[in-house]
């Protein structure tokens, strides 16, 4: 049974930085893509950043270019989220996901993942 553990998620104030790792449990091959998602009370889900395993392209939404950086360590089985320069509107639950299938498009479309983690909350105060 696969299973994504996130972790380091807290509170901190605007400006702050946060690193976010989801470790993965119970599957022994690689996903074709693992990704970070958050949604903000009353918002809805977003994709945040997503790892293309096998180009290791990399894929962000437009509000946290230049200020989160995804990447993974394939010896620990764990994907982490650097994430610098926070400002209020990144508070949210934030949610790690994994899929087997490829795809040819759509990384930060959640409806394209199979696996998910339980979540971590991220709150950044101003």
């Known amino acids: 049974q696969v299973q994504l553990v996130e972790s380091g998620g807290g509170s901190v104030q605007a400006g702050g930085s946060l690193r976010l790792s989801c470790a993965r449990f119970g599957y022994a091959y690689s996903f074709a893509c693992m990704a970070w998602f958050r949604q903000a009370p009353g918002k809805e889900r977003e994709g945040v950043a997503a790892?293309?395993?096998?180009?290791?392209?990399?894929y962000y939404t437009d509000s946290v270019k230049g200020r989160f950086a995804v990447s993974q360590d394939n010896a620990k089985s764990t994907l982490y989220l650097q994430m610098n320069s926070l400002k209020p509107e990144d508070t949210g639950m934030y949610y790690c996901a994994a899929v087997v299938k490829r795809y040819d498009s759509g990384w930060l479309n959640g409806n394209n993942y199979q696996y998910w983690g339980q979540g971590t909350q991220v709150t950044v105060s101003s």
């Open positions: 790892r293309n395993t096998g180009s290791r392209t990399t």
